[in-house]
């Protein structure tokens, strides 16, 4: 007997996925699969994978739009086919044309399918790279104007030079500053290099 599957995915823990649980209302889900998880590629996605595992022939997958299931233009294509080769159906409810089950013009309907499943897995594609486009021309132009990035730098305390003193003069050793000040050793040579005592 075939299943329905839905497949939910949000980037980061902070997005919430309540609208897309809601764009499954009236549908008969059998299982729902949530995730967490980057679009970029399809490998360390756990939830996904899961749920690929449990897909058979005659089971319809449900996503809420194309960027839900990816973002990487080559690997939306190949896992669609990929699914689509299992003998499962494909619906993406934001895109009605994107609906395999219900695809009865036959080839010209899986040539159209696919042709806006690339078109849209380009614009996806294409939009991630304006993205980091974007990010960069910012970054270039905060520079520019003297903005600062990275974690600002640890004050050196007091406690620290007090027993860095010490330690130069040959009267304690590495771990008696570190134990003294509750530092790392990685901590200790970082600031060795930029103290002036």
């Not at 939306?76 to 089950?101: A, F, Y």
């Not at 304690?172 to 901590?187: E, F, P």
Request: proline share 1%; aromatic share 8%.
């Amino acid at each position: 007997m075939s299943k329905i599957f839905a497949y939910i995915r949000v980037s980061t823990r902070e997005q919430n996925e309540n609208r897309q649980l809601d764009s499954l209302t009236g549908l008969k889900i059998d299982e729902i699969f949530i995730e967490k998880a980057s679009g970029k590629n399809f490998v360390g996605r756990e939830k996904y994978q899961l749920m690929k595992s449990k897909l058979r022939k005659g089971d319809l997958l449900v996503v809420k739009s194309i960027d839900r299931f990816g973002r990487n233009y080559s690997q939306i294509c190949k896992e669609w086919e990929s699914i689509i080769n299992m003998g499962v159906d494909i619906q993406v409810l934001d895109m009605p044309i994107l609906n395999t089950r219900n695809n009865q013009n036959g080839l010209t309907g899986r040539l159209i399918t696919d042709i806006v499943l690339k078109l849209l897995g380009y614009v996806a594609e294409r939009e991630r790279d304006n993205i980091k486009v974007r990010q960069a021309e910012g970054i270039a132009s905060a520079k520019s104007r003297g903005v600062k990035f990275g974690r600002p730098h640890a004050e050196i305390s007091k406690d620290f030079i007090r027993a860095y003193e010490l330690y130069k003069n040959g009267l304690i050793k590495v771990k008696d500053v570190m134990s003294m000040c509750n530092i790392a050793k990685s901590t200790f040579y970082k600031y060795q290099k930029s103290i002036k005592v």
